[in-house]
């Protein structure tokens, strides 16, 4: 991993700790904008907003090469890491910088598409961001936006320990200013943003035992413990270390069971911008 990655933005309720990295390094165009792609062509410049890791932001800039892509995200550190995949990738057409999601650096009308996965549900107020993004994206250009439902994860077989872990991470959420369940707000959202023209979907990340069901789960139980999530669930009083241990157990208990099946349900929606 290039860089230090810090791990208590105040503003980013999962962090930046190895753990995180790792699980967000196995995000790619494919399998976490499939909505979008079809709407790339080369030479359209491109924002990617949250762009974490960047392993998704390398997938969109071979799509619209020779045009550039933004790559903006608000920990300096996490930017190293994805200067560094895009390097291995051989991608030189990106451009990661510092930004603030409510304050874009780029002026009116300046980019042909703004995507963000994974960001809305980190803020409190995603409608205002959504405006900020309508205002740098040109008349016709499109909006690509895709978020989680945590309150519509699904798995199998039922285990007490995952209800109560997702019972904790939406009340951590919540408490952070965030909204866990946006995937089913993208819509609403979208609309209040004064964006009418819409294709809203949906799609899925499936972890079954022996095809990512074990590392999803040992993930997750290395983030109940060692992420700032873990933080923001015991300094708020929410969870003591005593709980979050025994989550971290019910990870790995689950995963072990031949069964193991889990479902990470995300809302998408495309926006067009009024010409």
């Given at each position: 991993?290039?860089?230090?990655?810090?791990?208590?933005?105040?503003?980013?309720?999962?962090?930046?700790?190895?753990?995180?990295?790792?699980?967000?390094?196995?995000?790619?165009?494919?399998?976490?904008?499939?909505?979008?792609?079809?709407?790339?062509?080369?030479?359209?410049?491109?924002?990617?907003?949250?762009?974490?890791?960047?392993?998704?932001?390398?997938?969109?800039?071979?799509?619209?090469?020779?045009?550039?892509?933004?790559?903006?995200?608000?920990?300096?550190?996490?930017?190293?890491?994805?200067?560094?995949?895009?390097?291995?990738?051989?991608?030189?057409?990106?451009?990661?910088?510092?930004?603030?999601?409510?304050?874009?650096?780029?002026?009116?009308?300046?980019?042909?598409?703004?995507?963000?996965?994974?960001?809305?549900?980190?803020?409190?107020?995603?409608?205002?961001?959504?405006?900020?993004?309508?205002?740098?994206?040109?008349?016709?250009?499109?909006?690509?936006?895709?978020?989680?439902?945590?309150?519509?994860?699904?798995?199998?077989?039922?285990?007490?320990?995952?209800?109560?872990?997702?019972?904790?991470?939406?009340?951590?959420?919540?408490?952070?200013?965030?909204?866990?369940?946006?995937?089913?707000?993208?819509?609403?959202?979208?609309?209040?943003?004064?964006?009418?023209?819409?294709?809203?979907?949906?799609?899925?990340?499936?972890?079954?035992?022996?095809?990512?069901?074990?590392?999803?789960a040992r993930t997750w139980s290395e983030r109940v413990l060692s992420s700032a999530f873990a933080g923001h669930a015991v300094e708020s009083?929410?969870?003591?270390?005593?709980?979050?241990?025994?989550?971290?157990?019910?990870?790995?208990?689950?995963?072990?069971?031949?069964?193991?099946?889990?479902?990470?349900?995300?809302?998408?929606?495309?926006?067009?911008?009024?010409?």
């Open positions: 991993m290039a860089g230090p990655v810090s791990t208590n933005n105040p503003r980013y309720v999962h962090g930046y700790s190895a753990s995180v990295i790792d699980s967000h390094s196995h995000r790619t165009a494919e399998n976490s904008a499939a909505y979008l792609l079809p709407f790339l062509r080369p030479g359209l410049t491109v924002l990617d907003l949250g762009c974490g890791a960047g392993t998704i932001t390398t997938g969109l800039a071979a799509r619209v090469a020779p045009g550039r892509v933004a790559a903006i995200d608000i920990e300096p550190g996490v930017l190293e890491v994805a200067r560094a995949n895009a390097g291995r990738s051989g991608i030189d057409t990106i451009d990661f910088r510092v930004g603030d999601v409510y304050r874009l650096d780029l002026p009116d009308d300046s980019v042909d598409v703004a995507h963000a996965h994974q960001v809305l549900q980190h803020l409190d107020d995603p409608v205002a961001a959504l405006r900020e993004l309508a205002r740098v994206v040109r008349p016709g250009g499109v909006i690509a936006v895709r978020d989680g439902d945590y309150g519509a994860f699904t798995w199998y077989p039922e285990h007490a320990g995952l209800t109560e872990w997702r019972d904790l991470y939406r009340a951590v959420a919540r408490r952070s200013g965030g909204e866990p369940d946006a995937g089913r707000h993208l819509v609403a959202w979208a609309r209040a943003a004064g964006l009418d023209d819409l294709t809203a979907t949906s799609s899925t990340w499936t972890y079954t035992r022996g095809d990512g069901a074990e590392w999803w009083g929410l969870a003591t270390q005593v709980d979050l241990e025994r989550l971290s157990r019910a990870w790995l208990e689950w995963a072990a069971h031949p069964d193991a099946w889990f479902m990470v349900p995300h809302g998408e929606v495309l926006a067009t911008v009024a010409t």
